[in-house]
């Protein structure tokens, strides 16, 4: 049982524009998302994460919403950047516990 | 920010072998670690939990006996692949955190390939 699912495996926007990548979940315990990216033989790379008791958080470029009713998140990278082509991986955990369950990753390319 | 370090990177071993990776925490200390394998293009399956100065966790479908973990202090825990066969040929990634309020962060990965 997947209970994190990330459906888009890949994604290809222009530079410039914005990315959306969309994530998932059915686990309703779940409070404590976040979105890590990874390059091909290395390990990811924490980005973003938000609270549930948030909808919005902002860092830069990236922004991650939360909606709960939905149980979705999602990624908003803007403007893209080529750099920013990679593998991105959403997570979700419950409090008190370290484990994480992640999606099995969106693919994003960005054109130059 | 919080720097997770693994080694190696890569190994190549003998079937039959046993292997052993590293993963540090730089600049925290973790009581927990955390031990994945990535199948080519598939998500980040959590193998097993590592606990400072106590039992691995293993989740379920894991040998334990074929994966031994080992958290002697609370900058180091060590996977251990033992009598490797080509099927355990993965790329093996460690993660630590700080705190409950820490993201976790990710060591580099080590791709191990038994021929």
Redesign the interface.
Known sequence: DQQVKQNSPSLSVQEGRISILNCDYTNSMFDYFLWYKKYPAEGPTFLISISSIKDKNEDGRFTVFLNKSAKHLSLHIVPSQPGDSAVYFCAASTSGTYKYIFGTGTRLKVLA | GAV?S?HP?WVICKSGTSVKIECRSLDFQAT?M?WYRQFPK?????MA?SNEGSKATYEQGVEKDKFLINHASLTLSTLTVTSAHPEDSS?Y?C?A?AD?NS???????T?LTVT
Do not use: A
């Not at chain 2, 598939?42 to 959590?46: D, I, P, R």
């Not at chain 2, 993201?103 to 990965?109: A, C, V």
């Open positions: 997770v693994q990177s927990t955390f598939q998500s980040l399956m959590l939990t790329f990634i993660s955190r409950y993201p976790l962060h990710f060591g580099n990965g791709r």
